[in-house]
């Protein structure tokens, strides 16, 4: 089987391994997005699909656009029986869907319909959700509104993070999709449709997402900080500045809606449903620590921000 590869972030990357693994199935190019510059010192850096690639001597290719003749030509080229799809990062147009004989698999990193979109893994931590999963579906022109070809469902942990989570689908989506394209090439799975009433979406995260607000519930802001943690990770302001909350740690105690103080060494804030303690912070310019640790060089006293924002 011929199988062209798309896809740019870590998720990705135990997919196209996974496909390098098979002796039957031969990666006959690998399509990523563009090197961007990273870091303070902006340096350019290549996607993590793209290193594994190279490492094998696959061909690689990074079109700005995959909506050019060019684009199109070049994937016609290498014959592909299918499109294997991973956190491409950019939308398919109808020419190449409907280049390869067997169409175009993605990896999804949710129970389809549930969220669609950019950030399914992370908003299902956060939403509080028992379980998540991996679908694998026949890509259409919709965003993640293709039939569904194989589902894989687990529980999401207590102390699961997004990062956590994000790792685990990764290395399940990849065993998915092997599972997928043998049962496509064999005939022995059917497309089912996606039942439209119960889709939702998962809009990208970006820093604002993380800001928390100390009126919601214990349980919820919880959900939140693992969620974001590792990425973009919640915050809150103290003193005018943001201040990063990696962890926490639900507590019994109630108090003032947003009241921060110092108990028995432990950094606490009370919630509108319960209270937090602050296990793993960092402040601005600062470096990554515990909450005990924290306050043995910053006194605390009074409330946090409930939700007017802090400076950058």
């Known amino acids: 089987m011929r199988i062209v590869f798309m896809g740019t972030p870590d998720f990705a990357v135990p997919c196209l391994r996974a496909l390098l693994a098979?002796?039957?199935?031969?990666?006959?190019?690998?399509?990523?997005?563009?090197?961007?510059?990273?870091?303070?010192?902006?340096?350019?850096?290549?996607?993590?699909?793209?290193?594994?690639?190279?490492?094998?001597?696959?061909?690689?290719?990074?079109?700005?656009?995959?909506?050019?003749?060019?684009?199109?030509q070049r994937i016609a080229d290498l014959k592909p029986d299918v499109i294997a799809v991973a956190a491409y990062g950019k939308i398919?147009?109808?020419?190449?869907?409907?280049?390869?004989?067997?169409?175009?698999?993605?990896?999804?990193?949710?129970l389809l319909p549930k969220y669609r979109g950019a950030a399914p893994i992370q908003w299902s931590v956060i939403n509080g959700d028992a379980v998540s999963g991996v679908t694998t579906m026949q890509m259409a022109e919709g965003m993640d509104t293709g039939d569904m070809l194989l589902r894989e469902?687990?529980?999401?942990?207590p102390e699961e993070t997004g990062?956590?989570?994000?790792?685990?689908?990764?290395?399940?989506?990849?065993?998915?999709?092997?599972?997928?394209?043998?049962?496509?090439?064999?005939?022995?799975?059917?497309?089912?449709?996606?039942?439209?009433?119960e889709a939702t979406y998962a809009p990208m995260l970006k820093k604002e997402t993380g800001e928390i607000h100390w009126e919601k519930s214990a349980r919820e802001i919880d959900c939140l900080v693992r969620g974001l943690n590792p990425w973009p990770v919640a915050w809150t302001a103290i003193d005018g500045k943001r201040l990063k909350v990696y962890r926490v740690c639900l507590r019994g105690e109630t108090g003032p809606c947003g009241k921060a103080e110092n108990k028995d060494g432990a950094f606490l804030v009370y919630c509108g449903d319960g209270a937090l303690e602050l296990a793993e912070i960092q402040a601005e310019n600062g470096k990554r620590m515990s909450g005990a640790d924290y306050l043995r060089g910053h006194p605390i006293s009074g409330m946090l921000s409930l939700g007017e924002g802090a400076a950058e």
């Open 163 to 197: 990062g956590t989570l994000f790792d685990r689908l990764s290395e399940m989506g990849a065993r998915l999709l092997v599972r997928t394209l043998r049962g496509l090439a064999a005939g022995e799975i059917h497309p089912v449709p996606q039942p439209e009433a």
């Open 153 to 157: 469902e687990t529980k999401i942990r």
């Open 22 to 72: 098979e002796p039957d199935f031969t990666v006959c190019g690998v399509f990523t997005q563009p090197d961007k510059p990273k870091g303070r010192k902006q340096i350019l850096t290549a996607p993590p699909v793209k290193e594994l690639a190279l490492e094998n001597g696959l061909p690689v290719y990074q079109p700005a656009t995959l909506r050019s003749e060019e684009a199109a």
């Open 92 to 110: 398919l147009p109808k020419a190449i869907l409907e280049l390869p004989p067997m169409g175009c698999v993605n990896v999804h990193g949710s």
